[in-house]
């Protein structure tokens, strides 16, 4: 799953996984974890992701290493949030095949309006929006009854250092998979409430045509 941050990724990939059973590894997730469980890489990676930096490659890839092998043999996956680098996805190629790029295409703007009022539930990890996806209760989940918070790095500054570290590192990589004829099926938002459910279903007709799923 590739795309800026605020892209919907992470809501992408949870229905993929439910629809079509497949595992997801996000990066993103993993290293929120481990901030609040494991002191010691917790204490490598707080700084870069409170900034809205790339983590160091060496310990990125090395997570990814982990979760990747507890993957059962066979079973399909969906990366959220890897690769962001030219390096990393020169180490995934090293390890497995790249069947498909599915590319969120979102505007600036939607970004921006998305991600500073995103809200997100504590217990499942559902996410929601002050504005345009409010749950039935202010602050709770709908689905859980988890408290909701607000990611540190969802404020106006590090989402600006996000999109431009997604402009300078990330997106480049684009070109690198073009160059390369990897398969790409690109979804376009073009409005703040467009819903997730025509967008998730439009990829998997295109993983079915392509007998990926
Ligand atoms: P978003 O895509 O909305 O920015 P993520 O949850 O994917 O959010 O990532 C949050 C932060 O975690 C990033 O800003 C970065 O600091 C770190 N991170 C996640 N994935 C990677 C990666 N593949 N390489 C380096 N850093 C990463």
């Known amino acids: 799953m590739f795309g800026p941050p605020g892209a919907g990724k992470g809501t992408y990939a949870s229905r993929l996984k439910e629809k079509l059973g497949v595992e997801t590894i996000s990066t993103g997730d993993i290293f929120r974890e481990l901030i609040k469980e494991d002191p010691e890489l917790g204490r490598k990676v707080r700084d ?7 983590v160091p490659h060496e310990v990125v890839v090395e997570v990814l290493k982990q979760r990747l092998s507890k993957i059962p043999e066979g079973k399909g996956f969906i990366l959220d949030g890897y690769p962001r680098t030219l390096e990393q996805a020169k180490a995934l190629e090293d390890v497995t095949k790249i069947d ?48 909701l918070y607000q990611r540190s790095d969802d404020n106006p500054e590090v989402i600006k250092k996000r999109l431009q570290v997604y402009q300078e590192q990330t997106k480049p990589l684009l070109k690198y998979f073009e160059e390369k004829k990897a398969p790409l099926v690109v979804s376009k938002t073009t409005s703040l409430d467009q819903p997730p459910e025509p967008i998730v279903d439009k990829m998997i007709e295109e993983l079915k045509r392509r007998k990926l799923v």
């Open 48 to 54: 870069y992701v409170e900034k809205g930096l790339l």
């Open 100 to 147: 498909v790029i599915l590319l969120i295409e979102v505007p600036d703007w939607i970004i921006i309006e998305r991600l500073s009022s995103r809200r997100i539930c504590r217990d499942c990890g559902a996410v929601y929006n002050t504005r345009f996806l409010k749950p039935k209760v202010d602050e709770v989940c709908d689905k859980c009854g988890g408290s």
